[in-house]
């Protein structure tokens, strides 16, 4: 179960837009990850390579926890929203919730649910 220390301080890190180093940092060697229904994911290093391939790409990226966190034993749920701003003026807004089983101080387990559709850039809104 992570305290409640760790757990501000990988929500910190990814508010602060580092989400790769949030990964290499939190999450277990052989971490788990699965997006909606889709084959999960295995593995830190082959996630903290994604997660840094998404931030080279991205002009800005704007990431907030919507509180409260939940937590119940290793269990702990989040509610992110991202705002990624791609290089040719479009937008991506999403929201998700985050389910993840913790070991210890580790991530080692995390499914994202969200809309798919949510994943295809608009034009960006406002001056």
Same mark, same amino acid.
């Given at each position: 179960?992570? +305290?409640?220390?760790?757990?501000?301080?990988?929500?910190?890190?990814?508010?602060?837009?580092?989400?790769?180093?949030?990964?290499?940092?939190?999450?277990?060697?052989?971490?788990?990850?699965?997006?909606?229904? $889709?084959?999960?994911?295995?593995?830190?290093? $082959?996630?903290?390579?994604?997660?840094?391939?998404?931030?080279?790409?991205?002009? $800005?990226?704007? $990431?907030?926890?919507?509180?409260?966190?939940?937590?119940?034993?290793?269990?702990?749920?989040?509610?992110?929203?991202?705002?990624?701003?791609?290089?040719?003026?479009?937008? +991506?807004?999403?929201?998700?919730?985050?389910?993840?089983?913790?070991?210890?101080?580790?991530?080692?387990?995390?499914?994202?649910?969200?809309?798919?559709?949510?994943?295809?850039?608009?034009?960006? +809104?406002?001056?």
């Amino acid at each position: 179960m992570p +305290t409640p220390e760790t757990l501000e301080l990988f929500i910190a890190r990814v508010e602060a837009n580092a989400h790769d180093e949030a990964v290499e940092a939190f999450y277990a060697p052989n971490v788990s990850m699965q997006e909606n229904q $889709s084959e999960p994911r295995i593995g830190r290093d $082959s996630a903290v390579a994604r997660e840094r391939a998404i931030l080279a790409r991205a002009v $800005s990226i704007r $990431s907030q926890c919507v509180r409260p966190v939940l937590v119940n034993g290793d269990h702990v749920a989040i509610r992110w929203i991202f705002e990624f701003e791609w290089p040719d003026g479009t937008v +991506t807004h999403m929201e998700e919730i985050a389910w993840q089983r913790w070991e210890g101080e580790r991530l080692a387990q995390e499914t994202f649910f969200y809309d798919p559709a949510q994943r295809v850039p608009k034009p960006k +809104t406002g001056a």
